[in-house]
């Protein structure tokens, strides 16, 4: 697949990612009664690096050291944060744990900005306010009571924004699928360490269910959806990467709906509009409603300064 065709496909990558994901929550709340937190992410991870080795096994000619050290720090983010967040889970409920995980989406504008000097536009900041402001309406369960499982959420969704700066950083100029692989080699070696130390490896066996839950983990929302991710990013600006992988919270939240685990709210409604408003300003900026197609957010006087705006 070539350049081109990769970034026509970019977003539409991210958002099904995010679909797979949202597939994911209301299944894995239930298996994790049956499996280790530890164990289910280091075979998940494990099975998803060793398919797309074969899959793309021509391309390993490009490996040097700069591929490992950068694939092992995507992979150190990456597993701590899936661990913090399922860790998270436990005590809190899915709404929560997808509400307070999506704070990245406010967060990596500003982070990346840090890191590479690449700064946010107000339309950016202004789509991410009310991209959580919706994810809050999707999520909300009656209450924000503060847990345990709701502060590890959060600083999970920290270091989600700390991963999607990254791979925004190391993708440039870099085979992504190489990159993707030796990142899910180290989040699974990350997580095996942490099996042991659980002691979560199973000696008697699992439930034909778990089995196929770990499967579908694997092979549709690790080595399919993460992948898609790290194309997407390649070719997307981190502001609207952060919130197209939002959408991975309203996507939980629908799928819970349609299989009966959760029941739709007025308020479900408000906060999927207000998702729908913010990918439109982010893609837009509502240059359809201004008479000035190029007039910038507020009507403030254009500055040299600025022609880095994402």
Not at 281 to 302: G, N, V
Request: aromatic fraction near 14%.
């Amino acid at each position: 697949m070539n350049e081109n065709t990769l970034k026509k496909l970019a977003k539409p990558m991210i958002v099904l990612a995010t679909l797979i994901w949202g597939s994911t929550f209301f299944i894995l709340k239930d298996t994790l009664a049956d499996v280790d937190l530890m164990f289910l992410l280091a075979f998940r991870f494990t099975l998803a690096a060793g398919i797309l080795a074969l899959v793309f096994w021509k391309r390993w000619k490009v490996m040097d050291l700069r591929y490992l050290w950068q694939g092992g720090v995507l992979g150190a983010l990456l597993a701590a944060a899936y661990t913090v967040q399922n860790y998270g889970l436990m005590d809190t409920t899915p709404g929560k744990n997808a509400f307070f995980t999506a704070v990245y989406c406010v967060i990596v504008p500003f982070l990346y900005w840090a890191v590479d000097r690449l700064r946010p536009s107000r339309w950016n900041v202004l789509a991410a306010v009310l991209c959580v402001a919706g994810i809050g309406f999707v999520s909300w369960d009656g209450g924000l009571a503060l847990t345990g499982g709701d502060l590890l959420t959060l600083l999970s969704g920290f270091i989600y924004a700390c991963h999607i700066a990254a791979v925004s950083k190391f993708s440039q100029g870099r085979d992504i699928f190489i990159l993707t692989i030796l990142q899910f080699a180290a989040t699974a070696l990350c997580c095996w360490v942490g099996a042991l130390f659980t002691h979560g490896v199973p000696v008697d066996g699992l439930p034909v269910r778990a089995w196929l839950v770990l499967l579908y983990l694997a092979v549709a929302a690790t080595s399919v959806a993460l992948l898609f991710q790290n194309v997407g990013q390649k070719y997307t600006d981190p502001s609207s990467a952060a919130l197209l992988l939002s959408l991975e919270a309203p996507f939980g939240v629908a799928f819970s709906v349609l299989f009966g685990a959760e029941r739709p709210a007025p308020l479900m409604y408000l906060g999927f509009f207000l998702i729908f408003l913010a990918v439109v300003c982010s893609e837009t900026q509502f240059r359809f409603l201004r008479r000035d197609k190029d007039a910038p957010f507020f009507f403030e006087k254009k500055k040299g300064a600025e022609k880095r705006n994402i």
